[in-house]
């Protein structure tokens, strides 16, 4: 099986070489123990790195070009000429991906791709084929700021009562899934709305979310972090539509 992780980027060039080293330096082997004997015993991952620079203007598009020119056989690069936004970037990483199991990765330092094994094991022992890292289930993390805790907390209840589930962290980005989850799906969003939109198609479908802990790092503005308020009432809008709408 083969791991595709999903990389958009946008004016990430101080963090970028770094998370990517740490996504290809992980052992993908995962110690399975399910109820199931058949899928007892290691299993390791293949991997692809699917990255999509979404108009990058720091500087992000050099060194891309130098990892094209390398031919690095288990990367793949997708340039879009204009900013688009985060979801648009990862539309196009989807539609590129060959892997049988998708992880989202941003290309900062927040999340830390040591906890995929975290992510992959309750997956590959069919427990769920859709499992979260979920910030708030106890695992190391920065404290993350109040307006963006309060943020969180808002729009995963939100989802938890317009869809009749029990999330901790709809927010998160690492969302983990078997490739047939999404195939067929339209997504239609552009920018961060892009993560309530997959959680309700998914729960829409009639998956359940498996929730794992992991470790966060969180940045703050000043460090390059982009999301904001007006994306909290996007998220909003999305939950909303896509609980009556397909």
């Known amino acids: 099986m083969r791991l595709s992780v999903i990389i958009p980027v946008f004016n990430e060039l101080a963090t970028l070489e770094e998370i990517v080293q ?3 330096a992980i052992d993908l082997t995962v110690n399975r123990h399910g109820t199931n004997p058949m899928l007892d015993g290691p299993v390791t991952l293949e991997r692809e790195l699917v990255i999509v620079d979404d108009g990058s203007t ?3 598009r050099d060194l891309l070009d130098r990892w094209r020119t390398e031919q690095l056989p288990d990367v793949r690069i997708i340039y879009h000429e204009h900013n688009s936004g985060k979801g ?9 991906a060959a892997g049988d199991i998708f992880v989202i990765q941003d290309a900062d330092l927040e999340y830390d791709p040591r906890d995929y094994i975290k992510l992959l094991e309750p997956l590959l022992e069919g427990r769920s084929p859709v499992v979260y890292g979920s910030r708030f289930m106890g695992g190391p993390r920065s404290a993350m700021s109040l307006t963006h805790t309060l943020g969180n907390k808002m729009l995963t209840l939100m989802t938890n009562l ?5 999330l901790s962290d709809m927010e998160t980005c690492y969302k983990c899934f078997r490739r047939d989850v999404i195939d067929g799906m339209t997504l239609r ?3 961060f709305e892009i993560e309530p939109e997959l959680t309700a198609k998914i729960l829409k479908r009639g998956y359940t979310i498996f929730e794992v802990p992991i470790s966060y790092n969180g940045r703050s503005f000043h460090e390059g972090k ?5 994306d909290g009432f996007s998220a909003v809008r999305t939950l909303v539509r896509y ?3 397909d």
């Not at 990862?90 to 590129?96: D, W």
């Not at 982009?226 to 007006?230: D, E, N, V």
Request: a positive charge; proline letters at 0%; aromatic letters at 12%.
């Open 226 to 230: 982009k999301i904001g308020w007006s």
């Open 22 to 24: 740490r996504v290809r």
């Open 243 to 245: 609980r009556f709408t």
């Open 88 to 96: 648009a970037a990862l539309r196009t990483g989807f539609s590129h």
């Open 162 to 166: 317009l869809f009749g589930t029990a």
């Open 58 to 60: 720091d500087g992000t």
């Open 189 to 191: 969003s552009r920018a």
